[in-house]
């Protein structure tokens, strides 16, 4: 059975930083490709960065890169995402999703496994 568990949310200032963590079960993870995805209340689902477990190959969304650094510790099948310079609009539900293949892409459409989910809450 894959499993995603995602930890890490919280609140936070304008500015400050936190560290989610997605711990990963249920397949090969060195050929996985991992994403985080957020979603803010009444807007889409929305691609943020991912990572080839693999090779450590990263991909961001050009409305968090040089903020936010994707990291994976395959010894631990975990997956990180640093999150400095939080702004307001940062706040979201952040989801981890993995496939079984490494893609370079952040359509939630092409990851076949989700978590549950994590709150960031960042205030101004």
């Known amino acids: 059975e894959v499993q995603l568990v995602e930890s890490g949310g919280g609140l936070v200032q304008t500015g400050g930083s936190l560290r989610l963590s997605c711990a990963a079960s249920?397949?090969?993870?060195?050929?996985?490709?991992i994403g985080w995805f957020r979603q803010a209340p009444g807007k889409e689902r929305e691609g943020v960065s991912c990572i080839s477990a693999g090779d450590g190959i990263t991909y961001y969304a050009d409305t968090v890169k040089g903020r936010f650094t994707i990291s994976s510790d395959n010894a631990k099948n975990t997956v990180y995402l640093q999150m400095n310079s939080l702004k307001p609009e940062d706040t979201a539900v952040y989801y981890c999703?993995?496939?079984?293949?490494?893609?370079?892409?952040?359509?939630?459409?092409?990851?076949?496994?989700w978590g549950q989910g994590t709150q960031v809450t960042v205030s101004s």
């Open positions: 249920g397949f090969t993870f060195d050929d996985a490709g």
């Open positions: 999703a993995a496939r079984r293949r490494w893609v370079p892409t952040l359509l939630a459409d092409l990851y076949d496994y």
